[in-house]
């Protein structure tokens, strides 16, 4: 859904760990494989979510494409298999869509290219002709090159009424998105309880569960 700006083919390790060592790591229980994403905020949660699992991330930068009319858990896979055919590793890759429960899909896997051309005042505009309902949806697609897995995960909330944190390095959506059962927006909720609850974390945590019970099956290239 949403990607920053950071040099091409830059690797970046969530712990300090020796690339000469992967092999070596994957043997002693703590798995290691890639999230591909241009995003590092995405990269940062996912992380600290899987962390506790073993399971360390290495993020690999790579520019992938997303196909007009795709649901949010098509583009997922299709961004894994482009994924897999530059890197031949295990690897992860996510996306993310906020749907306003009012209108159909939308913004949906769309959101930042509706953010960009409608702004939080179009946004905040079309959330009060409707209902205010909305929710966040993350897929998750796990592949090794032999199967393609997906986990899903929902945030439901609203839209608020005004735009917060507006000097936070935080994605535009986590601004004006109230979760059920809070009083402010995402971006007002500390990291570790945003991992606790956000559609991004309940994706990780299934991702998780499963590879814990199919590493045997799992085979590096």
């Known amino acids: 859904m949403w990607d920053g700006f950071y040099n091409p083919w830059h690797i970046h390790i969530c712990f300090i760990l020796s690339l000469f060592k992967e092999k070596e790591t994957l043997h002693i229980g703590v798995v290691l494989l890639y999230f591909v994403s241009t995003n590092k905020h995405k990269f940062d949660e996912i992380c600290a979510i899987l962390a506790k699992h073993k399971i ?59 953010y960009e051309r409608l702004g939080f005042k179009g946004l905040l505009g079309l959330a009060s002709k409707k209902s205010k309902k909305a929710y966040f949806k993350t897929a998750i697609c796990f592949t090794d090159g032999k199967q393609y897995k997906l986990f899903l995960g929902i945030l439901k909330g609203k839209i608020a009424d005004r735009v917060y944190c507006k000097n936070k390095d935080v994605m535009p959506y986590e601004k004006i998105f109230v979760p059920a059962g809070f009083n402010k927006p995402l971006c007002m909720l500390s990291r570790a309880k945003k991992n606790e609850i956000s559609h991004r974390a309940k994706a990780a945590e299934k991702f998780a569960k499963w590879l814990k019970k199919n590493i045997g099956e799992i085979t590096e290239r």
């Open 56 to 114: 360390k991330l290495l993020w690999k930068e790579l520019e992938l494409q997303e196909r007009e009319g795709l649901t949010l858990e098509e583009i997922a896979i299709e961004k894994a298999k482009q994924a897999f055919a530059k890197l031949k590793k295990p690897l992860i890759v996510e996306d993310t869509g906020i749907f306003f429960e009012g209108f159909t899909n939308f913004p949906g896997a769309k959101a930042k290219r509706v």
